[in-house]
């Protein structure tokens, strides 16, 4: 079983880009916070500027280490700009569950992402806030559906109550390093367009179609 730990002076065998990505107030932050360091903040403010965060987890005795960006602000600005995508392995693209146009907004942020980021970046569709049943906006059936059609993992989560945080960033970069394991064993060392490896030992991520399913876990929601 894998086990997450907090980032200390252990070896680190392999370096994940995340990126979250999703309409102002969505909740990106308070998803990283929750992840990253296990805490919540009622009045958490946008912070304009790149920031990122890093968490250790051990997935088949290997040593992983997540580094996760957040727009922080840039959003709404606009100002998302391919430097932000360059390098990412994995992608969060988050919605408000209670905000239905921050849904309808997911088509164009999923394009955006795929115009930057590498083809075969594993993408996770994450509706946030689902503590708060009584105000859903969003049909969990609309959101499996995109996902579906899309070949994204999804999620509901609470940064909240912490509900599901974990479990979905895990999903993600678990997904990676199975991919990434397999190309490993296979000798090859690919990079990317700018001739630098996405990964500590130099491989590259391959998503093929067949390899990606829908996770549909939503503890908190019905």
Same mark, same amino acid.
């Given at each position: 079983?894998?086990?997450l730990?907090?980032?200390?002076?252990?070896k680190?065998?392999?370096?994940?880009?995340?990126?979250?990505?999703?309409?102002?107030?969505?909740g990106?932050?308070?998803?990283?916070a929750?992840?990253?360091?296990?805490e919540?903040?009622?009045d958490?403010?946008?912070?304009?500027?790149?920031?990122?965060?890093?968490?250790? %987890? #051990?997935? *088949?005795?290997?040593?992983?280490? @997540?580094?996760?960006?957040?727009?922080?602000?840039? &959003?709404?600005? !606009?100002?998302?700009?391919?430097?932000?995508y360059?390098?990412?392995?994995?992608?969060? %693209? #988050?919605? *408000?569950?209670?905000?239905r146009? @921050?849904?309808?907004?997911?088509s164009?942020?999923? &394009?955006?992402? !795929?115009?930057?980021?590498?083809?075969?970046i594993v993408?996770?569709?994450?509706?946030?806030?689902c503590?708060?049943?009584?105000?859903?906006?969003?049909?969990?059936?609309?959101?499996?559906?995109?996902?579906?059609?899309?070949?994204?993992?999804?999620?509901?989560?609470?940064?909240?109550?912490?509900?599901?945080v974990?479990?979905?960033?895990?999903?993600v970069?678990?997904?990676?390093?199975?991919?990434?394991?397999?190309?490993?064993?296979?000798?090859?060392?690919?990079?990317?367009?700018?001739?630098?490896?996405?990964?500590?030992?130099?491989?590259?991520?391959?998503?093929?179609?067949?390899?990606?399913h829908?996770?549909?876990?939503?503890?908190?929601?019905?």
């Open positions: 079983m894998s086990n730990h907090g980032d200390h002076n252990q680190v065998d392999y370096v994940f880009k995340v990126v979250l990505i999703g309409d102002s107030s969505v990106k932050s308070q998803l990283l929750r992840f990253s360091r296990n919540f903040s009622m958490s403010k946008a912070t304009i500027g790149v920031e990122f965060q890093t968490k250790t %987890l #051990v997935i *088949d005795n290997q040593t992983v280490k @997540s580094q996760i960006w957040d727009t922080a602000g840039q &959003e709404r600005y !606009r100002a998302v700009t391919s430097a932000y360059r390098g990412a392995v994995g992608a969060m %693209l #988050v919605y *408000d569950m209670t905000k146009q @921050s849904f309808d907004h997911i164009r942020w999923l &394009e955006e992402l !795929r115009g930057h980021a590498d083809k075969n993408i996770m569709l994450v509706g946030n806030k503590d708060l049943t009584n105000l859903r906006a969003v049909p969990i059936e609309d959101a499996k559906e995109f996902a579906q059609r899309e070949s994204l993992f999804f999620m509901e989560t609470s940064a909240r109550e912490a509900t599901n974990e479990t979905a960033f895990f999903t970069l678990t997904g990676i390093y199975r991919i990434i394991s397999k190309k490993t064993l296979t000798g090859k060392d690919e990079l990317d367009s700018s001739g630098n490896s996405a990964f500590l030992k130099g491989t590259r991520i391959i998503v093929p179609n067949q390899e990606m829908t996770a549909s876990k939503s503890g908190c929601c019905p």
